[in-house]
T-cell receptor, first 112, second 116 residues
Framework: EAAVTQSPRSKVAVTGGKVTLSCHQT?????MYWYRQDTGHGLRLIHY???????EKGDIPDGYKASRPSQENFSLILELASLSQTAVYFC???????????FGSGTRLTVL | AQSVTQPDARVTVSEGASLQLRCKYS??????LFWYVQYPRQGLQLLLK??????VVQGVNSFEAEFSKSNSSFHLQKASVHWSDSAVYFC??????????????FGIGTLLSVKP
């Protein structure tokens, strides 16, 4: 079965600090995505990647960077965390022959 | 602009009752539509998807959805709900099939509570 693992499960960060969220997939999928979930907004796409060492901007990339050092790993980086970035973050993967996304369990980020 | 609207933020039904969760979309091209479910403290899981053909699609756990181009809708239905169906349900639309990355637009979700 497809597996996407996110770490940490939850994190508390201070405003202005650097935060890195990690995602690891064992599906051998090409595509990986980072979404954030906010009450009243559903899920919104931050960044995605279809190959190692390359990332693309999603719908709300401002304030976020992404890194895809290998096919298995995809990180989301908040260089200067802000209060507005408090949310639940989901990573997902998808192979390029199917349309199903496989999601991780999410990371709950609280910025104080 | 593309969008997905789930007009009901919260739905409560009794166990054994029928269910319909509503989804309306706005998209100029042929839509690829999905329903995902999120159980507590878990990621989203695919329930069903529609690309073309028969407008009624079957999904896991006896869920089905009906696509209507004239109404721009993709409502989710189940004949008899169980307490374990309590979860948040998301309708989603794909903007970029295949090589464009399948960038999904999600609705805000509908929280389903099933009363025993």
């Amino acid at each position: 079965e497809a597996a996407v693992t996110q770490s940490p499960r939850s994190k508390v960060a201070v405003t202005g600090g650097k935060v890195t969220l990690s995602c690891h997939q064992t599906n051998n999928h090409d595509y990986m995505y980072w979404y954030r979930q906010d009450t009243g907004h559903g899920l919104r796409l931050i960044h995605y990647s279809y190959v190692a060492d390359s990332t693309e901007k999603g719908d709300i990339p401002d304030g976020y960077k992404a890194s895809r050092p290998s096919q298995e790993n995809f990180s989301l980086i908040l260089e200067l965390a802000s209060l507005s970035q408090t949310a639940v973050y989901f990573c997902a993967s998808r192979d390029n022959s199917a349309e199903t996304l496989y999601f991780g369990s999410g990371t709950r980020l609280t910025v104080l | 602009a593309q969008s997905v609207t789930q007009p009901d933020a919260r739905v409560t039904v009794s166990e054994g009752a029928s269910l319909q969760l509503r989804c309306k979309y706005s998209y100029s091209a042929t839509p690829y539509l999905f329903w995902y479910v999120q159980y507590p403290r878990q990621g989203l899981q695919l329930l069903l998807k529609y690309y073309s053909g028969d407008p009624v699609v079957q999904g896991v756990n006896s869920f089905e959805a009906e696509f209507s181009k004239s109404n721009s809708s993709f409502h989710l239905q189940k004949a008899s709900v169980h307490w374990s169906d309590s979860a948040v349900y998301f309708c989603a639309l794909s903007r970029g099939y295949g090589s464009s990355g399948n960038k999904l637009i999600f609705g805000i979700g509908t929280l389903l509570s099933v009363k025993p």
